[in-house]
């Protein structure tokens, strides 16, 4: 092996650790987000304020780990001009980062949500709703990272389908609540309470679905947003 | 001039050409959306169900033009390798045009609640409040890309304090709706709807927000995401 080639092997090992790197950065941030939307909904069933005080407090990890990602994003665009599927994973991070982080907001406010509660008392509905709805999008959420981790379009598709059930369910309860709030007048504040927690759990599964969307261009190259779901079936099967 | 100075200054004028070209786009998506939200807001206090649906009808334009500009983005990345504030503006068109996409959006989701009034009768109240608030975001979103097009860092934190104001705005007018329910239960399920569309100017004024912030870090190299106003205001100051 001559000089040239032990330089251009050692440059694209070092690329290479970097994209590794910000890779593992990501999930390790997406981790933190799952734990805070799982630790969010357990403060609201347990009425656990501290547990609530807790999510709140980790927010601003949160968003130190967004700014260092797309530092590391950045560096890497400036110093090694990342092309094909190294710059589609550069972009697809850099994307799906902001949504990482937004899902931290929706972890954050429902927490708040949670700390009103035990002010104001307990809503009398909406804890089965809630309940049913953040089982479905925390699992929207692991199985999106988990993909992302083995770079596994199919698996994305997957979760983008389920963004549609989730949305379905969202509507029937909100619509439930909405009659509950015309019954008992009094519970309106506290209902209120509820559902500002099943819209941003219907906001996680939209933030994990543009995730999947992302990575399915990361992996495949497809353009998944606003296309229908017959297209991307048609051309992840052609793959 | 030598033949490779011809080349180079050719590429550069060719790169110079294609950033141009992307924010140009960039903006006229900004025009386009701009424009929605405006139509949003004529439809629902008109009660004008035609021009509603056409707002849900053009937000399909404004999905095509997010994918084109990312295209665009992606092609100068991989072709020109940016450096620097070349790097940077690529970077924050690539964050912002997801910001602007996701205003369409609620231009569309006020434009539904528009239909859904029209079909259960207005709202008693919350009319003014809507009218109040989306002057003020509106005038945020047009300051935020007259920024953009001016390279203007100072205006841009201008932007970012005037979110706060409409939080609050936006806080107390959801009391004063709450009140309202409790005293007319007949009247839940349409005061809802206004809620929704408060909330949807609400997220207007925060997506406004997170495009000043891009506009802050691609001018002035500032990141200003979760960073205090004084801090901001101290490293703009010395520039």
Redesign the interface.
Same mark, same amino acid.
């Given at each position: 092996m001559n000089n040239k080639e032990k330089l251009t092997q050692h440059i694209s090992q070092q690329f290479n650790q970097d994209l590794e790197a910000v890779r593992s950065n990501f999930l390790a941030m997406g981790g933190l987000v799952e734990q805070q939307v799982l630790d969010a909904m357990k403060a609201l069933v347990d009425v656990n304020v501290e547990l609530a005080e807790a999510v709140i407090k980790n927010d601003?990890r949160i968003?130190?780990m !967004?700014?260092e990602v797309?530092e590391e994003? #950045?560096r890497i #665009? @400036?110093l090694r /001009?990342p @092309?094909?599927s190294d710059?589609r994973l550069v972009?697809a991070i850099?994307?799906s980062v902001?949504d990482l982080e937004r899902i931290g907001d929706e972890a954050f406010k429902i927490a708040r949500a949670t700390v009103a509660l035990y002010k104001e008392g307990e809503s009398p509905r909406g804890y089965a709703e809630a309940r049913s709805i953040s089982a479905r999008v925390s699992e929207m959420l692991h199985d999106v990272l988990d993909a992302f981790a083995r770079f596994d379009a199919k698996a994305a598709f997957e979760v983008m389908k389920a963004d549609s059930y989730i949305d379905r369910e969202y509507e029937a309860a909100m619509r439930s609540l909405?009659t509950y #709030? #015309?019954e008992d007048?009094?519970s309106?504040?506290r209902i209120?309470n509820v559902m500002n927690v099943l819209r941003s759990l219907e906001r996680v599964g939209d933030h994990a679905r543009n995730i999947a969307e992302q990575l399915i261009y990361m992996v495949q190259g497809i !353009?998944a947003? /606003?296309t229908d779901y017959d297209e991307i079936e048609r051309r992840l099967s052609q793959i």
């Open positions: 601003s968003n130190r !967004e700014i797309d994003l #950045m #665009m @400036a /001009h @092309a094909a710059l972009v850099g994307k902001t909405i #709030m #015309m007048p009094r309106i504040s209120l !353009e947003r /606003h």
